[in-house]
């Protein structure tokens, strides 16, 4: 499933990067002509059953020709909301006739001889296809005519200088975002506080509480390496940082650095040591013997492979607890680009980051929006190009756009992981040389999945959650992959299913669950208050003297581009 946007607006971006992203290949344009190839092929070795279609079809357009419209667009889908679609006869007969090919054509896929992994993926490129081929993506357009019209030519002029910008400063892609709009520091991640630590690959962020009033056992947010730590800190009413501050939480945040051909050998123990000494830093400054991790995305993950090395290590009581947010560590997942990736492809994707010594998050940012094209591409091509209107200045969209790199060696791992799934098993992956085994990591744990999320899909994260030992607790939200983060109270669309029983079966937990109104901070609040200590006069003072304040939150890593 996935989020479906409301009429006249922009879609929500998906693009938190996860061990599955970080993993993903990329889809090569030799494998989408080799799909090709073998439907031009089914269709010479099936001649009776293409052309059975192929009149069908002709018997369908003969009948939108003399005025019928049999087919009816998802109410859902913004591209065809104008009434010229419907009134107007010459567009009604070109959506109808666009609408009678796809099913069509998808029938042909669906009673064809070809296998159900070569299905999946024909419906996957013919989808791609479809949605670059609709009519609403030219000129004509009625909603690019009447722009036209009322703008006296100009808002073509502008479209053709909005493609000439993207194509010379944002890879050919269209811009999701007025990027003018928001700065770093100024706007957007403004909560006050300092660096108080910093290595090679992170900064170590303290906030400033917000409350008379501290528990004991401090915080450590850990987001994903791709994308900048501020998603959990946007403007004041979105910011998850201050949420936990305002509630008595001592709350740290690591910043990751974007990573250059220098860090090309950094790998996943890299990462682990680093937010090791995090860790122990953490303790250090506020005295505590043991730190609450909370980890989104590929953040999950490497708090997952830190607790396991430090379980080896007999050290699992500097961590109180652990929430995991849409993170997923059982790498089993049913996606459309899953479906291209063979041993070939991994190897070149290896290949290509180590002679780079980086995966761009940009190449990996274009790869998930053609997944999702109707949505992150063309939306934009009709509002940028075809109305000549700038992009929306939105907070989330602009913390999508700004991506950072993964070192080589990291994005390596993370292919390893998405193709020998070592975390289900026992000492399947070894960090800092130490074996991993989740079940021994006896840390309760809070995990949140999100039910439209396409990216790290809510059956698989709720599958990663049963690899951990101790005290467990799932919640499933009514959202997609950022808004399962972004989700505070005062939403009147929130809510959440949740089932204290995890059985093996992600679709009898379903089926069992109990619907609850609202966001689910507040139960993740009670949960992680109960696991932080007991309270005590707030202490203002950032760091100590071991870790002094280097510089003011944001920091320098998250400016590096």
Same mark, same amino acid.
């Given at each position: 499933m996935r989020d479906k946007p409301a009429a006249g607006t922009l879609p929500e971006p998906a693009n938190l990067v996860t061990a599955e992203e970080g993993s993903n290949p990329g889809l090569r344009g030799r494998d989408m002509l080799s799909t090709l190839r073998a439907l031009a092929l089914q269709g010479l070795k099936q001649p009776v059953h293409s052309t059975r279609h192929a009149l069908a079809l002709g018997g369908q357009l003969g009948r939108v020709l003399l005025g019928d419209a049999p087919y009816q667009h998802s109410a859902q889908d913004a591209r065809f909301q104008d009434p010229t679609w419907r009134l107007n006869p010459l567009y009604r007969r070109g959506l109808q006739s666009y609408l009678?090919?796809?099913?069509?054509?998808?029938?042909?896929?669906?009673?064809s001889d070809l296998a159900a992994d070569d299905q999946a993926r024909a419906r996957f490129i013919v989808t791609l296809l479809g949605d670059a081929l609709s009519p609403s993506n030219g000129l004509i357009n009625p909603l690019a005519l009447k722009e036209m019209f009322n703008t006296g030519g100009l808002s073509l002029i502008h479209g053709l200088r909005h493609l000439a910008g993207d194509l010379l400063h944002n890879g050919g892609m269209p811009s999701q975002v007025s990027k003018a709009a928001f700065e770093v520091g100024r706007n957007i991640a403004t909560t006050p506080g300092a660096v108080v630590f910093r290595t090679e690959l992170l900064e170590l962020i303290q906030y400033k509480p917000m409350s008379e009033q501290q528990y004991q056992q401090p915080l450590l947010i850990v987001p994903p390496q791709i994308n900048k730590y501020y998603i959990f800190d946007l403007s004041p009413e979105k910011s998850f940082v201050q949420y936990a501050l305002k509630n008595g939480l001592q709350v740290f945040m690591v910043s990751w650095r974007n990573p250059d051909i220098r860090h090309r050998e950094c790998g996943l123990s890299h990462y682990v040591e680093a937010l090791k000494e995090a860790l122990d830093a953490c303790r250090a400054i506020t005295g505590s013997k043991a730190v609450n991790l909370a980890g989104a995305c590929a953040g999950g993950l490497t708090i997952?492979?830190?607790?396991?090395?430090?379980? #080896?290590?007999?050290?699992?009581?500097?961590?109180?607890?652990?929430?995991?947010?849409?993170?997923?560590?059982?790498?089993?997942?049913?996606?459309?680009? #899953?479906?291209f990736v063979t041993e070939q492809t991994l190897e070149a994707a290896k290949l290509r980051s180590y002679r780079n010594g980086v995966l761009?998050?940009?190449?990996?940012?274009?790869?998930?929006?053609?997944?999702?094209?109707?949505?992150?591409v063309w939306t934009y091509w009709v509002n940028n190009y075809l109305l000549g209107r700038q992009p929306p200045a939105f907070d989330i969209l602009y913390w999508n756009s700004d991506n950072t790199r993964l070192p080589a060696a990291l994005h390596g791992d993370f292919l390893d992981l998405f193709k020998h799934n070592p975390l289900i098993r026992s000492g399947g992956l070894e960090i800092c040389g130490t074996p991993i085994d989740l079940r021994k990591v006896t840390v309760d744990s809070f995990s949140v999945a999100g039910s439209n999320d396409h990216i790290t899909p809510w059956d698989t994260v709720y599958r990663s959650t049963l690899l951990l030992g101790g005290n467990r607790r799932f919640l499933l939200s009514n959202s997609g992959h950022i808004q399962s983060i972004l989700n505070p109270p005062g939403n009147p669309k929130a809510n959440y299913l949740e089932n204290s029983k995890l059985s093996s079966d992600p679709r009898a937990w379903y089926f069992d669950a109990q619907q609850q109104i609202g966001s689910w901070w507040p139960a993740w609040l009670d949960w992680i208050q109960a696991r932080s200590g007991g309270q005590r006069k707030t202490l203002k003072t950032l760091g100590n003297q071991a870790h002094p304040p280097m510089e003011a939150a944001p920091g320098t890593y998250v400016h590096s581009s």
């Amino acid at each position: 499933m996935r989020d479906k946007p409301a009429a006249g607006t922009l879609p929500e971006p998906a693009n938190l990067v996860t061990a599955e992203e970080g993993s993903n290949p990329g889809l090569r344009g030799r494998d989408m002509l080799s799909t090709l190839r073998a439907l031009a092929l089914q269709g010479l070795k099936q001649p009776v059953h293409s052309t059975r279609h192929a009149l069908a079809l002709g018997g369908q357009l003969g009948r939108v020709l003399l005025g019928d419209a049999p087919y009816q667009h998802s109410a859902q889908d913004a591209r065809f909301q104008d009434p010229t679609w419907r009134l107007n006869p010459l567009y009604r007969r070109g959506l109808q006739s666009y609408l009678a090919w796809q099913k069509q054509l998808t029938a042909w896929i669906d009673e064809s001889d070809l296998a159900a992994d070569d299905q999946a993926r024909a419906r996957f490129i013919v989808t791609l296809l479809g949605d670059a081929l609709s009519p609403s993506n030219g000129l004509i357009n009625p909603l690019a005519l009447k722009e036209m019209f009322n703008t006296g030519g100009l808002s073509l002029i502008h479209g053709l200088r909005h493609l000439a910008g993207d194509l010379l400063h944002n890879g050919g892609m269209p811009s999701q975002v007025s990027k003018a709009a928001f700065e770093v520091g100024r706007n957007i991640a403004t909560t006050p506080g300092a660096v108080v630590f910093r290595t090679e690959l992170l900064e170590l962020i303290q906030y400033k509480p917000m409350s008379e009033q501290q528990y004991q056992q401090p915080l450590l947010i850990v987001p994903p390496q791709i994308n900048k730590y501020y998603i959990f800190d946007l403007s004041p009413e979105k910011s998850f940082v201050q949420y936990a501050l305002k509630n008595g939480l001592q709350v740290f945040m690591v910043s990751w650095r974007n990573p250059d051909i220098r860090h090309r050998e950094c790998g996943l123990s890299h990462y682990v040591e680093a937010l090791k000494e995090a860790l122990d830093a953490c303790r250090a400054i506020t005295g505590s013997k043991a730190v609450n991790l909370a980890g989104a995305c590929a953040g999950g993950l490497t708090i997952a492979a830190l607790q396991g090395h430090l379980q #080896a290590k007999r050290q699992l009581r500097k961590v109180a607890s652990a929430s995991y947010l849409v993170s997923m560590l059982d790498s089993r997942v049913e996606s459309p680009a #899953a479906l291209f990736v063979t041993e070939q492809t991994l190897e070149a994707a290896k290949l290509r980051s180590y002679r780079n010594g980086v995966l761009d998050g940009r190449d990996l940012a274009k790869v998930f929006a053609w997944m999702r094209s109707n949505d992150l591409v063309w939306t934009y091509w009709v509002n940028n190009y075809l109305l000549g209107r700038q992009p929306p200045a939105f907070d989330i969209l602009y913390w999508n756009s700004d991506n950072t790199r993964l070192p080589a060696a990291l994005h390596g791992d993370f292919l390893d992981l998405f193709k020998h799934n070592p975390l289900i098993r026992s000492g399947g992956l070894e960090i800092c040389g130490t074996p991993i085994d989740l079940r021994k990591v006896t840390v309760d744990s809070f995990s949140v999945a999100g039910s439209n999320d396409h990216i790290t899909p809510w059956d698989t994260v709720y599958r990663s959650t049963l690899l951990l030992g101790g005290n467990r607790r799932f919640l499933l939200s009514n959202s997609g992959h950022i808004q399962s983060i972004l989700n505070p109270p005062g939403n009147p669309k929130a809510n959440y299913l949740e089932n204290s029983k995890l059985s093996s079966d992600p679709r009898a937990w379903y089926f069992d669950a109990q619907q609850q109104i609202g966001s689910w901070w507040p139960a993740w609040l009670d949960w992680i208050q109960a696991r932080s200590g007991g309270q005590r006069k707030t202490l203002k003072t950032l760091g100590n003297q071991a870790h002094p304040p280097m510089e003011a939150a944001p920091g320098t890593y998250v400016h590096s581009s």
